[in-house]
C-alpha cells in the first residue's frame, strides 16, 4: 500500500508499516532500516526505528 504523501511528510510508523507490508516472512530491525531509509524520506537510526516497532506491536 503505497501514501499520497511524499516520504518526507510521513511519519515514522506509516513508513516502516509500508515496508512491513511489501516483506515476505521474518525481516530484523537491520533491514527493516536499511529499506526505510531508502525511501527518500528523514533518515532514520536505529533507536528510533525500534520505538516505532514496539509502538506499532502495542
Do not use: F, Q
Not at 513508513?15 to 533491514?31: C, N, P, Q, T, W
Not at 532500516?33 to 516497532?53: H, I, M, P, Y
Request: net charge positive; aromatic share 0%; no cysteine.
Amino acid at each position: 500500500m503505497r501514501h499520497n504523501r511524499p516520504s518526507r511528510s510521513r511519519p515514522l510508523a506509516e513508513r516502516v508499516e509500508a515496508v512491513l507490508e511489501e516483506m515476505d516472512g521474518s525481516i530484523d530491525a537491520h533491514e527493516v532500516l536499511a529499506t526505510v531509509n531508502t525511501d527518500r524520506g528523514r533518515e532514520v537510526r536505529l533507536g528510533s526505528l525500534r520505538n516505532a516497532l514496539t509502538a506499532l506491536k502495542s
